[in-house]
Structure formats: structure tokens, C-alpha cells
């Protein structure tokens, strides 16, 4: 387990020039009453209250017993200056099409099936104090309240898409153990109640937008399963795949999305804290290069289910949904990476938002996500001198609590490419050529 460092109210100590975080590297002297940051050389006052004596050998007698101090890897306690509103417990809430398509194919049964394996099944569920919405929708939205103290869930159905609002304020999210029975009883019944549905049309975009009015005051998780290219309602799409456009020029505008809206939902969503999962089960085209900007921009993941079929597929979607939801999970995040002088950050791959050139937002990650930074150095860096890179996430723990998690790591110079290539990790090299391929790809589709 990686150490958690709490300072107080003061918070962790970081250098004044560059904001570094404290940090193994930085080297105390003048008795200890002073430190030089290891990342931009910058000379600090150590504060009071952090002060200890130097040893014989220059190095602080607490040096041991702090973790700061001695791991590479420590999280800090965030104090409140850290935080725009409370941190609390991650809500998720379960978004599902209930079309045609998804009773015939068998994506509704398998879907609520494996939320009932997820919340109760015994193994790890949700973080404790998380909370569980359910929506449905068709050509309409559908919200359940789940009050434990109802005997059954009441069904409140939004028919008006262009304006969706949530016509419950509680009720819709709520604990998933105090309401177990209710959940339930839901989850048990949707496949019955929409048996008969000639539906095929979906209103994924009026859905996702009620959704995000639901969590955008806790922030979170928005997962949705999804069977056809939304048609109608708020950011309706065409279907314009056309055969003719393969291996031309043309192709690359497939590719690119045709509707502002979700990328603009997406920025919301990133903003608000809330990471969006998508599950397509599509039977013809879905757009994903439209929609999907709905997980891109929000640290979120996109799992694609062709010609779906509940016998064949339906193991597989089901413990995709279990391994995604029970890694560890944090949200509203934010990452800054910082270096020693001579280097510089040029570029940053992978699935996150920026709103400015430094800062990555990040609605919603978990320990399986990586993120690639490319940096570079205009001069020669002295051989004699140690480089250094800081990651710091500020992010809050899916049960609640805002935490700084730093890593540090410093490495020789070297002018051998023979040092380079002996001491890189393929596993990271492979990753990193993969994620920057893929975001210059588009990079260079955008003109
Ligand atoms: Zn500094």
C-alpha cells in the first residue's frame, strides 16, 4: 500500500517557485533550515513547524521516519484549498436502453443481471458509500426512485426529450445496500416490463444529459449500455456511413465527429467530475467517432459489442462490466506534471481534458489507465547531473476522501544510446508509441 502523508491543515510542503511537492530529492542544508528543490534549483525557507536538526552527514534526523522523506510514491492528506466542494463518495448511475434491439438481443437480461453480480455478489461491490442510480430509456427517459423505504420502485417517466429534466430530487441516488431489496425487485422486473416494447428508436443523448444534471453536483460514474445510433432528440445523429467513401480520401470524415453536441457534453461532464463509461452493442452503425467523445474526454472506457448475442457474448460483457467497476477508482482529477531544469513537457496522449497547457483534467480514472507525456530537452543536459520528473494527481478516492498521490523519480544523464535503449521499458515504450500514434492520427485528421 502506498503511504498516506498527513500534514495537517497547512497541507503538504512544495517549493515556492515551481510548486513542486516535497519529495525525497530535495536537499535540506543551513542546519536544516533551508531546502533546494531538486526540480527548478530554488532555494526555500523550511516552515517552522516542519523544522528538525540536520545530522552529521547533512541529512535530516526525521529522514527515516517520513515517507516523504524516503518513498518515491506517498500520497498527502489534501487540505481544503485543494478542494472546490466537499469531497464525498463516487455516485454511479446505470443508464440503459431499453429499444427492441436490446430485449431481442439479450443485452437487457445480461445487463441487469451483471449490476445484481456486481452490487451483491459478494465479492468487492461499489466503494463503501457510493451511491446507485438506474435510468432506462427509449424514445422517452425513465427514472426510478429507489427510496429503501418503498416496497417497490416507482417508475416517473420524462416524455418531453428536448427538455429532460429529473423529476425526482431523492430518491435517485441512493446507497445500494439500504435499498438492496428495491434494487432488486427493478432489475429483476425491467425485462418483463419492456417484453413487449416495438420501440427501436433511443434518446441517448436526452439520457445522458438528465444524467449529468443527476450527478453534476457529486461527480462520479455515468455507465451506459447502448444498442443503436441515437436518431432522435438532443444531439440526433444520421447515419452517414457509405461504402462508397472506403479507401478514399474521404474515409478519414468518417472518423471525425458530425455532432458538437457530445463533445461539448463530454466537456461537462469532465468538468462536473463525472467519468462516462460506454457499452455498444450495435447492429449496424453506432458512430462511435461521435459518441465516443463522451468517454475520451472524461477518462472514461469504450467497450464495443458487434451483432451482440446474450448466449454467445454475454459472459464476456458481463465480466468486462465487473473487472471495470471494481478497480480502485478515483475522480475529479487533476494531474500536473513538472521537471528539472533543461527539460520541458511537449505533449500528453491518452483519454483526458485541458483546458490550459499544463494542467490534465481527468473526470474519473482508475488503476488500469495511462497516460503518456513526451518530453525534450533544447540543450545538453550536464552527464554529471541528476534529471527529474514529478507526477502529481489530485484526485478524490472513490469512498470520499481528496488526496495528492506524487510520484518522484530522478535518472542519469547520459549520451549513450546504448544506456537508453538497455535501461527502457518495452511494456511503457509500447504503450507510449501506441497512445501517441493514435492522438497524432487525429491530431493530423483535424487539419
Ligand atoms: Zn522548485
Redesign the pocket.
Known amino acids: 500500500p502506498i503511504d498516506v502523508v498527513d500534514l495537517g491543515e497547512a497541507g503538504p510542503i512544495?517549493?515556492?517557485?515551481?510548486?513542486?511537492y516535497i519529495n525525497p530529492f530535495f536537499i535540506f542544508f543551513d542546519g536544516g533550515r533551508k531546502f533546494k528543490?531538486?526540480?527548478?534549483?530554488?532555494d526555500?525557507e523550511v516552515p517552522s513547524n516542519y523544522f528538525v536538526n540536520l545530522d552529521m552527514n547533512g541529512r535530516r534526523i526525521d529522514a527515516d521516519s517520513r515517507p516523504e522523506l524516503k518513498k518515491g510514491t506517498v500520497e498527502f492528506v489534501a487540505s481544503k484549498e485543494y478542494s472546490n466542494r466537499p469531497a464525498k463518495p463516487a455516485s454511479y448511475i446505470f443508464a440503459i436502453d431499453v429499444t427492441w434491439n436490446s430485449l431481442q438481443s439479450g443485452m437487457l437480461a445480461r445487463c441487469v443481471q451483471a449490476i445484481k453480480e456486481l452490487l451483491y455478489s459478494g465479492e468487492k461491490g461499489l466503494p463503501v458509500g457510493a451511491r446507485v442510480g438506474i435510468m432506462t430509456y427509449d424514445k422517452s427517459v425513465h427514472f426510478y426512485n429507489l427510496k429503501s423505504t418503498l416496497e417497490q420502485p416507482q417508475m416517473l417517466v420524462v416524455a418531453d426529450v428536448e427538455e429532460t429534466f429529473v423529476p425526482l430530487s431523492a430518491g435517485l441516488l441512493v446507497d445500494p445496500y439500504e435499498s438492496k431489496v428495491v434494487i432488486e425487485n427493478l432489475l429483476d422486473s425491467l425485462p418483463t416490463i419492456f417484453e413487449a416494447t416495438r420501440i427501436s428508436e433511443s434518446v441517448l443523448g436526452a439520457s445522458a444529459l438528465a444524467a449529468y444534471s443527476a450527478l453534476k453536483d457529486h461527480g462520479g460514474k455515468l455507465i451506459i449500455f447502448q444498442t443503436s445510433l441515437p436518431t432522435v432528440g438532443p444531439g440526433a445523429l444520421k447515419n452517414r456511413e457509405d461504402i462508397k467513401l472506403l479507401g478514399t480520401d474521404k474515409e478519414r470524415n468518417l472518423y471525425e465527429p458530425q455532432e458538437y453536441f457530445w463533445k461539448k457534453l463530454g466537456q461537462d461532464c469532465c468538468t462536473a467530475g463525472i467519468s462516462v463509461d460506454l457499452f455498444l452493442f450495435p447492429n449496424a452503425y453506432i458512430d462511435i467517432a461521435t459518441i465516443g467523445a463522451l468517454s475520451s474526454l472524461t477518462g472514461g472506457e469504450t467497450f464495443n459489442y458487434t451483432s451482440f448475442d446474450g448466449q454467445r457474448d454475454g459472459l464476456k460483457f458481463s465480466e468486462d462490466l465487473k473487472t471495470l467497476l471494481r478497480r480502485t477508482f478515483g475522480y475529479e482529477a487533476l494531474l500536473r506534471i513538472?521537471v528539472s531544469n533543461g527539460l520541458k513537457v511537449s505533449d500528453y496522449f491518452g483519454n483526458f481534458y485541458m483546458k490550459n497547457a499544463t494542467d490534465i483534467e481527468l473526470a474519473g480514472l482508475d488503476s488500469l489507465k495511462s497516460i503518456g507525456v513526451a518530453l525534450h530537452h533544447d540543450g545538453k543536459l550536464d552527464e554529471k547531473m541528476e534529471s527529474g520528473i514529478q507526477a502529481a494527481l489530485l484526485y478524490t478516492t472513490a469512498s470520499g476522501a481528496r488526496r495528492i498521490r506524487v510520484h518522484n523519480i530522478s535518472f542519469s544523464n547520459t549520451s549513450l544510446l546504448g544506456d537508453v535503449f538497455r535501461l527502457a521499458d518495452m511494456d511503457t515504450t509500447v504503450n507510449y508509441l501506441a497512445k501517441a500514434g493514435k492522438c497524432l492520427n487525429l491530431a493530423w485528421d483535424d487539419g
Not at 37 to 42: E, P, R, S, T, W
Open positions: 512544495r517549493c515556492n517557485r515551481c510548486k513542486a528543490c531538486n526540480l527548478c534549483a530554488f526555500n513538472r
